[in-house]
């Protein structure tokens, strides 16, 4: 028997690139059921794993047809022990969905709508290339409310001429929606987009370190970009938690036999992964979990020089009668955090022990 498995699904296909995409997308009107065909045929490669949650990403996923996405979720449960009640995931892009599509695929099993939302200005959505309006993407949230999901939205910040006024203002409208999570990401510029041809004036760091500290003055974070009730399958793979990801442009990491495999069945060792899990631990507020593996990778003298920077969080049983500065270096079992996500490069960077 394996290990309980994350699910990953990746839908490489938009109805348009967005100015400051550089995601594995593909612009086209795909053949729907060979694109099923290839999903399902990948899942009989893992058939009776247990999976705790199922994300299906992007691309956008909305634009499925909803008797394919179906098909696709009947062979998911079909070829795996799914865990009742598990979190199913679907992004989406305002415009895509009308209140019947999104009910049918609530019906197929969505309990969880991620809304790219980006900005709640359609002079802003224009200039990311976002082919929705405030409007749309408000009247979906709306719908999504109105079936009892759960709703979680992505903004982008960082805008030219957008400082800490303009995030108060943002984290006000946002707070009228009453979203279950949102996802707050700073625009970045990358190579072979749309954006990279322009000549783009963004904040500098300062700017931008401030309004992300704004932004944690208004909503509760608990990973870097990510604020409310967290996602079980992003947080699972944060974690450290083992992956299935399938779909062209998909990664993963399987856990099979007490060994880590990509997904070509390439084996990786106890020290890449351990390295992995801190680099992905450490974006969240808990902190990476101290795993042995993750005990062992990193520099505890780097640590204790270095108190001021980092949390540790033994469970209670591994502390007793302790405190956790007593306990340095830290017990196995317990969880390192940064006190400060502005430092988290470096801090990440320097933890690692080569």
Request: include cysteine.
């Amino acid at each position: 028997m394996t290990a309980p498995h994350h699910l990953y699904i990746h839908v490489p296909y938009c109805a348009s690139k967005c100015h400051y995409c550089a995601f594995y997308s593909t612009v086209c009107a795909p053949d729907w059921d060979v694109y099923a065909d290839g999903i399902i045929k990948d899942f009989d490669k893992y058939k009776d794993f247990q999976i705790k949650t199922i994300f299906f990403g992007g691309g956008t996923p909305s634009l499925i047809p909803t008797d394919v996405f179906k098909r696709i979720m009947d062979a998911a449960y079909a070829n795996f022990d799914v865990a009742h009640g598990a979190e199913i995931t679907l992004e989406s892009n305002p415009g895509t969905l009308c209140e019947k599509r999104l009910k049918e695929f609530i019906a197929s099993g969505v309990n969880r709508l991620s809304v790219g939302v980006q900005s709640l200005s359609d002079t802003e959505l224009k200039f990311l290339g976002r082919t929705h309006t405030t409007t749309d993407a408000i009247k979906l949230i709306h719908h999504a409310k109105d079936a009892g999901i759960t709703i979680s939205a992505d903004f982008i910040y960082g805008l030219p001429r957008h400082d800490v006024n303009h995030i108060k203002k943002l984290c006000a409208e946002i707070k009228k929606l009453n979203l279950n999570h949102i996802s707050m990401y700073e625009l970045t510029i990358e190579e072979n987009t749309k954006l990279a041809h322009e000549n783009i004036v963004l904040p500098d760091n300062d700017v931008m370190a401030d309004m992300y500290l704004e932004i944690g003055q208004h909503f509760k974070r608990y990973e870097v970009s990510n604020y409310g009730a967290s996602c079980m399958h992003n947080s699972g793979i944060w974690d450290g938690e083992p992956y299935i990801g399938i779909g062209d442009g998909a990664h993963g990491r399987l856990f099979i036999s007490g060994e880590w495999f990509d997904m070509n069945n390439i084996f990786i060792s106890e020290k890449d992964r351990a390295i992995e899990k801190i680099i992905m631990g450490m974006r969240t507020a808990k902190g990476v979990l101290l795993t042995n593996d993750v005990h062992n990778a990193i520099d505890w003298g780097y640590v204790n020089d270095n108190k001021n920077l980092f949390i540790i969080t033994p469970t209670q049983e591994l502390l007793g009668d302790k405190s956790p500065s007593q306990l340095f270096p830290a017990p196995q079992g317990g969880r390192l955090a940064a006190t400060d996500f502005l430092l988290l490069d470096d801090l990440t960077s320097s933890i690692i022990n080569i």
